[in-house]
C-alpha cells in the first residue's frame, strides 16, 4: 500500500519565475537609468560631480566671451543648454545606460567631464565601478520595488 502526495506548484513557479526576471527587466532598468540621468542633472544644478567635489568656475576669458555673446550666466557647461538637454536614459533588459552627449556635434560633453589641457574636469557621471553612495541607494530601491512587486 502506497502513499502519492501531490502538489500543485503552478503559482510558486510562476512566482519564481516572476521574481528572478525582476530587477533586470527592461522596465526595472528603465527606472533605474531614469533615477541616474536625475543625478546627473543634480551635477549641472549644484555645480558639482557625482562624489560631490565642486566644478571650477569659469575662467575671465570664458566670462568675458559669454559676455560679447550677450550671455551674463556665471554658471558652467549652461551657455546653451544643449548639454544638459543632450542627457539621455535608456534601459534595456540587464542593462541602464545614461549618457551625456547625445545628438551634439562635438565631443563637449568629454571634454567636461575629464577635462583637457584648456578645460578643467567638470564630471557629470561617475567614475566607472564606483557608483556614489547616494547614486546606489536610488539603484537599489528601484529594484527593490521591482522584486517586492514580482513577488506579490
Excluded: C
Amino acid at each position: 500500500m502506497g502513499v502519492s502526495i501531490t502538489v500543485d506548484d503552478t503559482a510558486a513557479r510562476a512566482m519564481l519565475a516572476r521574481v528572478g526576471s525582476a530587477g533586470t527587466d527592461a522596465k526595472t532598468m528603465r527606472k533605474v537609468a531614469l533615477a541616474a540621468k536625475q543625478h546627473v542633472y543634480n551635477a549641472f544644478r549644484f555645480q558639482q560631480s557625482p562624489e560631490g567635489a565642486p566644478w571650477p568656475g569659469l575662467s575671465p576669458l570664458t566670462i568675458a566671451a559669454r559676455k560679447r555673446r550677450g550671455n551674463s550666466s556665471m554658471q558652467p557647461l549652461i551657455a546653451t543648454g544643449a548639454m544638459y538637454a543632450s542627457v539621455d536614459a535608456e534601459g534595456f533588459d540587464g542593462e541602464a545606460l545614461v549618457s551625456v552627449g547625445k545628438g551634439l556635434s562635438d565631443a563637449r560633453a568629454w571634454y567636461n567631464q575629464f577635462g583637457t589641457s584648456k578645460i578643467p574636469a567638470r564630471a557629470m557621471l561617475p567614475d566607472a565601478g564606483q557608483l556614489p553612495p547616494a547614486w546606489l541607494a536610488d539603484i537599489q530601491r528601484v529594484t527593490q520595488t521591482a522584486l517586492a512587486e514580482a513577488a506579490a
